[in-house]
């Protein structure tokens, strides 16, 4: 049983520039969450969804950030206008069915803005 | 609001011996999970264990054991026979039944030593 994916695994923008990081969840699974960790801190929350919604995105900036988890397909972050503390880690994580559920992570994507 | 407190930022023991982890949180729920995840230097965050807070009898998984004492809302991770493998940043995370998100502390990073 495949864990979760992400990829790209490292991605570099410039400045002004948009990201969008993928995350396939585990086989079985239907939620998704975003989270994202600064060089040498924890991993903070960012966004919750199920198929097609959005649950909880408390964690998400207001402005150039948005997620999305569509019927088919990975669910995506996007990150528009990229600027330099955008730089970090980004994991994606995944539970089965019972939102209660051990949440597994991907190997994230390390994003660097130059 | 929950908090996750790992007051430990380093540790280093050598090879086979015992280290303990601490971590101490903050809520007023009564039903929550609790965990710890290890993060070695491929950035992979990987399950150690799980504690349900509702269970008295602390989690054991091979090497790795739990000391979870409810009322001083305090979670430390014991790793026996310590491992060159071990060496990783440890992070304590909570996560309140029924909700999504997992909070995480600021993490502990292990050394082993040969």
């Known amino acids: 049983n495949a864990g979760v994916m992400q990829n790209p695994r490292h991605l570099v923008r410039r400045r002004g520039q948009e990201a969008r990081l993928r995350c396939s969840p585990m086989k079985g699974h239907s939620h998704v969450y975003w989270y994202r960790q600064l060089p040498e801190e924890g991993l903070k929350f960012m966004v919750y969804?199920?198929?097609?919604?959005?649950?909880?995105e408390s964690g998400m900036p207001k402005e150039r950030f948005s997620a999305e988890f569509p019927k088919e397909g990975p669910s995506i972050l996007r990150i528009q206008q990229v600027v330099r503390g955008d730089s970090a880690a980004y994991f994606c994580?995944?539970?089965?069915?019972?939102?209660?559920?051990?949440?597994?992570f991907g190997p994230g994507t390390r994003l660097t803005v130059l | 609001a929950q908090t996750v407190t790992q007051s430990q930022p380093e540790m280093s023991v050598q090879e086979a011996e015992t280290v303990t982890l601490s971590c101490t949180y903050d809520?007023?729920?009564?039903?929550?999970?609790l965990f710890w995840y290890k993060q070695p230097p491929s950035r992979q965050m990987i399950l150690v264990i799980r504690?349900?807070?509702?269970?008295?009898q602390n989690a054991t998984e091979n090497r790795f054991s739990v000391n979870f004492q409810k009322a001083a809302k305090s979670f430390s991770l014991k790793i026996s026979d310590s491992q060159l493998g071990d060496t990783a940043m440890y992070f304590c995370?909570?996560?309140?039944?029924?909700?999504?998100?997992?909070?995480f502390g600021q993490g502990t990073r292990l050394t082993i030593n040969p």
């Open positions: 969804l199920q198929k097609e919604n959005i649950i909880d």
């Open positions: 995370a909570f996560k309140v039944q029924g909700a999504q998100k997992l909070v």
């Open positions: 809520t007023s729920e009564s039903n929550y999970y």
């Open positions: 994580a995944s539970s089965g069915q019972i939102s209660t559920d051990t949440q597994y």
């Open positions: 504690q349900e807070a509702y269970k008295q």
